[in-house]
């Protein structure tokens, strides 16, 4: 079933001319990611033309989803915005709130019992206000917008990082806190600055034991966790339209690993198949119509260096599998160089899990070649030296996969069939075989590999790879098998080798589910009732935050993170989801992560008003009690990682009136001016190195707030001296209107007010 067919039909009734109009006013041949930039223009047809990387636009997209743990944040904001509907369609899909521990019966029980409450409320507050809801079990978000509602030169926002999986099927797919999306819930503009452009051209064909993950892996080796940051990245080229849907919703997935705005793919054959095998044949008829418009322009393929503002390269034939990491998912290392490096680096060559699933390879192809090497291994009677556990991404996919034998063969090599959710990937993993600290290597077909991601230990070496490679490195139990190479010595003592992997693209009997775990809110949801329980310690109503004021004067230093810091060190996930929807209880887990400058350890920071030393958040509220402001120091990509705005939510509700960094990333950077509080940026990169531990901040000039003026603050130290430091931003007007108003919220507040 095509869900929202109308409004598909509606977009593109208005493509060409829309299109066509870009073109004459750009003066040239169009990418598809500008296409569809210029088709859902807040204003309609196109009137200018936009510089890339420096022009503010609103947009408006067709639709928006949200996973569990982020939609109770941005629906408890949304509720205060004063609409008794959302203004497009949305969606959400209850993933993350579900513990792999157990096996899929066990696991999801617990959870509906142990997350009741959570759920109860996002499905009520669904119903009330016309948003689709998929209950916990029908799949993870990505997956079962992929299979249902993502569509050809559709824009759409999500409350995820990793919303970017739709461009798998050529949409312009983006990852926002929760505050954009009450914009877009409440009938508003979305505002992003018009990105930049990296092309990716990709020739050749897949083979062997090279994946679609294999180029994500290879590209982000390339442009490094920041090196997408503000552009788009549209793959295109013969090698593309080799790779099916679902390969290409790998690759655009994992483009959030290295910071890009979105990835996408023009439209092609593979698409159409998967849309008529996904019951929407009526879309792929509607997007044929209009295929020309729905790819990028033929001149801007053959001469791809004149249209985009970088370009890369892949030969398919030549890409070699690879597995990235640990710590940090652009650390790409081909299969044949990994155990030299791994000795070199001390790395644990046992391999204790391997994990397959996770929003970005738990489809249906994922797990038939995942399944050919688990096959062999039964065959061939190779017994699996590390534990397995599988995510399949949809009740639609588990329920066709055990219907296909696909499951079973996991089982016979005794891996764990976990829920159709997120689990480790997300740090929702009670991983019962480590205990403390313990140093150790798994390798998995996730996106992210942060330190104490999965399991919460800090010396747990995630290594990430496509689902095949993650098998055949599991049944060897060593980071340093090559399967291209190597052999293995099977329960009879012989010597045996894994042959090359073998995928379904799609299953020959079609899809098939019985409960795939939709449920259609009310037409009419003014009577249905939300309530929250006032004692609860899961769900808590927002209070507006007071403006911050143009006036801080004698700010306190919280903390100068060191190094690394993404949204996993500011508000962690695994344990603390359950704290999604109570903004004062998750506060406590705000930068407890991060590594202070001073001392190297984290959660130990200074309170400048007692000498004492404490946790990052006590501190914070101490300084808030005291009516202090405090100020956050960052070095580089600052808010790497997921769209969770509990990271920029927990320092606003704390205190924090500033962070102030080398680099941001591009979705923590939007939060923090959504939430009302100043995102700022060294001019001169080494005045870092000047923050000393008991400074203290006074703004000299933010009463003349202005785009594109930089900010000075004089630095005091705890000797007397000072320094004075520039600062930049990217505030725009509006921009500075949310600030002065306290947030975004309050502003979409007095809006709908007056």
Same mark, same amino acid.
């Given at each position: 079933?095509?869900?929202?067919?109308?409004?598909?039909?509606?977009?593109?009734?208005?493509?060409?001319?829309?299109?066509?109009?870009?073109?004459?006013?750009?003066?040239?041949?169009?990418?598809?990611?500008?296409?569809?930039?210029?088709? $859902?223009?807040?204003?309609?047809?196109?009137?200018?033309?936009?510089?890339?990387?420096?022009?503010?636009?609103?947009?408006?997209?067709?639709?928006?989803?949200?996973?569990?743990?982020?939609?109770?944040?941005?629906?408890?904001?949304?509720?205060?915005?004063?609409?008794?509907?959302?203004?497009?369609?949305?969606?959400? $899909?209850?993933?993350?709130?579900?513990?792999?521990?157990?096996?899929?019966?066990?696991?999801?029980?617990?959870?509906?019992?142990?997350?009741?409450?959570?759920?109860?409320?996002?499905?009520?507050?669904?119903?009330?206000?016309?948003?689709?809801?998929?209950?916990?079990?029908?799949?993870?978000?990505?997956?079962?917008?992929?299979?249902?509602?993502?569509?050809?030169?559709?824009?759409?926002?999500?409350?995820?990082? $990793?919303?970017?999986?739709?461009?798998?099927?050529?949409?312009?797919?983006?990852?926002?806190?929760?505050?954009?999306?009450?914009?877009?819930?409440?009938?508003?503009?979305?505002?992003?600055? =018009?990105?930049?452009?990296?092309?990716?051209?990709?020739?050749?064909?897949?083979?062997?034991?090279?994946?679609?993950?294999?180029?994500?892996?290879?590209?982000?080796?390339?442009?490094?966790?920041?090196?997408?940051?503000?552009?788009?990245?549209?793959?295109?080229?013969?090698?593309?339209?080799?790779?099916?849907?679902?390969?290409?919703?790998?690759?655009?997935?994992?483009?959030?690993?290295?910071?890009?705005?979105?990835?996408?793919?023009?439209?092609?054959?593979?698409?159409?198949?998967?849309?008529?095998?996904?019951?929407?044949?009526?879309?792929?008829?509607?997007?044929?119509?209009?295929?020309?418009?729905?790819?990028?322009?033929?001149?801007?393929?053959?001469?791809?260096?004149?249209? =985009?503002?970088?370009?890369?390269?892949?030969?398919?034939?030549?890409?070699?599998?690879?597995?990235?990491?640990?710590?940090?998912?652009?650390?790409?290392?081909?299969?044949?160089?990994?155990?030299?490096?791994?000795?070199?680096?001390?790395?644990?060559?046992?391999?204790?899990?391997?994990?397959?699933?996770?929003?970005?390879?738990?489809?249906?192809?994922?797990?038939?070649?995942?399944?050919?090497?688990?096959?062999?291994?039964?065959?061939?009677?190779?017994?699996?030296?590390?534990?397995?556990?599988?995510?399949?991404?949809?009740?639609?996919?588990?329920?066709?996969?055990?219907?296909?034998?696909?499951?079973?063969?996991?089982?016979?090599?005794?891996?764990?069939?976990?829920?159709?959710?997120?689990?480790?990937?997300?740090?929702?993993?009670?991983?019962?075989?480590?205990?403390?600290?313990?140093?150790?290597?798994?390798?998995?077909?996730?996106?992210?590999?942060?330190?104490?991601?999965?399991?919460?230990?800090?010396?747990?070496?995630?290594?990430?790879?496509?689902?095949?490679?993650?098998?055949?490195?599991?049944?060897?139990?060593?980071?340093?098998?090559?399967?291209?190479?190597?052999?293995?010595?099977?329960?009879?003592?012989?010597?045996?080798?894994?042959?090359?992997?073998?995928?379904?693209?799609?299953?020959?009997?079609?899809?098939?589910?019985?409960?795939?775990?939709?449920?259609?809110?009310?037409?009419?949801?003014?009577?249905?009732?939300?309530?929250?329980?006032?004692?609860?310690?899961?769900?808590?109503?927002?209070?507006?935050?007071?403006?911050?004021? !143009?006036?801080?004067?004698?700010?306190?230093?919280?903390?100068?993170?060191?190094?690394?810091?993404?949204?996993?060190?500011?508000?962690?996930?695994?344990?603390?989801?359950?704290?999604?929807?109570?903004?004062?209880?998750?506060?406590?887990?705000?930068?407890?992560?991060?590594?202070?400058?001073?001392?190297?350890?984290?959660?130990?920071?200074?309170?400048?008003?007692?000498?004492?030393?404490?946790?990052?958040?006590?501190?914070?509220?101490?300084?808030?009690?005291?009516?202090?402001?405090?100020?956050?120091?960052?070095?580089?990509?600052?808010?790497?990682?997921?769209?969770?705005?509990?990271?920029?939510?927990?320092?606003?509700?704390?205190?924090?009136?500033?962070?102030?960094?080398?680099?941001?990333?591009?979705? $923590?950077?939007?939060?923090?001016?959504?939430?009302?509080?100043?995102?700022?940026?060294?001019?001169?990169?080494?005045?870092?190195?000047?923050?000393?531990?008991?400074?203290?901040?006074?703004?000299?000039?933010?009463?003349?707030?202005?785009?594109?003026?930089?900010?000075?603050?004089?630095?005091?130290?705890?000797?007397?001296?000072?320094?004075?430091?520039?600062?930049?931003?990217?505030?725009?007007?509006?921009?500075?209107?949310? =600030?002065?108003?306290?947030?975004?919220?309050?502003?979409?507040?007095?809006? !709908?007010?007056?």
């Amino acid at each position: 079933m095509a869900f929202d067919i109308d409004m598909i039909k509606k977009v593109y009734a208005t493509m060409a001319e829309r299109v066509d109009k870009a073109r004459e006013l750009t003066g040239k041949p169009l990418t598809l990611s500008e296409k569809i930039l210029y088709a $859902h223009l807040w204003d309609g047809t196109p009137t200018k033309s936009f510089e890339r990387g420096k022009d503010y636009v609103d947009f408006a997209p067709d639709r928006i989803a949200c996973q569990d743990a982020t939609a109770q944040m941005a629906l408890l904001q949304f509720m205060q915005a004063g609409k008794s509907k959302v203004a497009v369609p949305t969606t959400v $899909h209850c993933d993350h709130l579900i513990q792999a521990k157990q096996g899929a019966a066990k696991d999801l029980r617990r959870a509906n019992e142990t997350s009741n409450e959570v759920f109860d409320f996002l499905g009520s507050v669904s119903n009330k206000y016309g948003i689709g809801f998929w209950k916990p079990g029908a799949g993870i978000i990505h997956q079962v917008v992929l299979e249902n509602y993502a569509f050809p030169g559709g824009m759409m926002i999500g409350t995820d990082s $990793h919303t970017v999986n739709a461009g798998g099927l050529g949409m312009v797919a983006i990852g926002v806190g929760g505050a954009d999306a009450v914009d877009v819930m409440a009938g508003m503009a979305w505002e992003l600055k =018009f990105p930049k452009l990296i092309g990716v051209k990709l020739t050749g064909k897949l083979n062997g034991w090279t994946s679609a993950k294999d180029v994500i892996l290879k590209v982000a080796g390339i442009l490094t966790v920041k090196g997408g940051t503000g552009a788009i990245i549209e793959y295109f080229g013969e090698g593309a339209k080799n790779l099916s849907c679902t390969g290409k919703g790998t690759i655009c997935n994992m483009g959030a690993e290295v910071g890009a705005t979105t990835s996408t793919f023009g439209y092609d054959e593979s698409m159409e198949r998967y849309l008529r095998a996904t019951d929407r044949s009526e879309v792929a008829d509607a997007a044929n119509q209009i295929k020309e418009y729905l790819t990028g322009d033929d001149q801007v393929y053959a001469n791809p260096e004149q249209y =985009f503002d970088q370009v890369i390269e892949i030969n398919l034939d030549e890409l070699q599998p690879h597995l990235n990491g640990p710590f940090t998912p652009d650390l790409a290392t081909p299969i044949g160089e990994l155990g030299e490096k791994a000795a070199k680096n001390d790395w644990p060559l046992k391999v204790d899990w391997g994990l397959i699933g996770s929003c970005t390879n738990s489809s249906y192809e994922d797990l038939t070649r995942a399944a050919s090497i688990a096959k062999q291994a039964v065959e061939k009677k190779v017994k699996a030296k590390s534990d397995f556990g599988i995510n399949p991404g949809s009740e639609q996919i588990r329920y066709t996969a055990e219907r296909d034998g696909i499951l079973k063969i996991f089982e016979d090599l005794d891996a764990t069939i976990f829920t159709n959710a997120c689990g480790p990937c997300i740090g929702q993993w009670d991983r019962s075989d480590l205990k403390g600290e313990e140093k150790n290597t798994i390798v998995h077909s996730f996106n992210r590999n942060f330190s104490k991601r999965a399991d919460g230990n800090p010396n747990t070496h995630a290594f990430v790879g496509s689902p095949e490679m993650v098998a055949a490195i599991a049944i060897a139990g060593r980071l340093d098998f090559n399967p291209m190479t190597d052999t293995l010595i099977n329960e009879d003592g012989q010597e045996v080798k894994l042959d090359e992997p073998a995928g379904i693209e799609l299953p020959p009997e079609g899809f098939a589910v019985e409960d795939a775990g939709y449920v259609e809110p009310l037409a009419d949801g003014s009577g249905v009732e939300v309530s929250v329980n006032p004692n609860s310690d899961r769900l808590q109503l927002l209070t507006p935050f007071k403006p911050i004021g !143009n006036q801080i004067k004698g700010a306190k230093l919280l903390i100068k993170a060191f190094g690394k810091c993404t949204t996993d060190h500011i508000s962690m996930a695994g344990p603390w989801l359950r704290y999604r929807g109570h903004l004062d209880n998750i506060s406590n887990n705000m930068l407890i992560g991060a590594v202070n400058a001073f001392g190297k350890k984290t959660n130990f920071v200074k309170n400048q008003l007692t000498g004492e030393y404490g946790g990052v958040p006590d501190v914070a509220r101490a300084y808030k009690a005291a009516g202090v402001y405090s100020v956050v120091v960052g070095d580089h990509n600052y808010g790497e990682g997921s769209s969770r705005e509990h990271a920029a939510m927990e320092p606003r509700h704390l205190g924090v009136a500033a962070v102030i960094v080398k680099s941001f990333a591009r979705i $923590h950077e939007t939060n923090l001016k959504k939430q009302g509080m100043l995102g700022l940026t060294f001019v001169n990169e080494s005045d870092y190195d000047l923050i000393q531990e008991d400074d203290t901040f006074n703004f000299l000039d933010l009463d003349q707030f202005a785009p594109e003026k930089p900010l000075t603050v004089e630095v005091v130290h705890a000797d007397g001296t000072k320094d004075v430091i520039a600062l930049n931003h990217t505030y725009n007007d509006s921009q500075i209107a949310w =600030f002065k108003e306290g947030s975004a919220l309050n502003l979409i507040k007095k809006e !709908n007010a007056s």
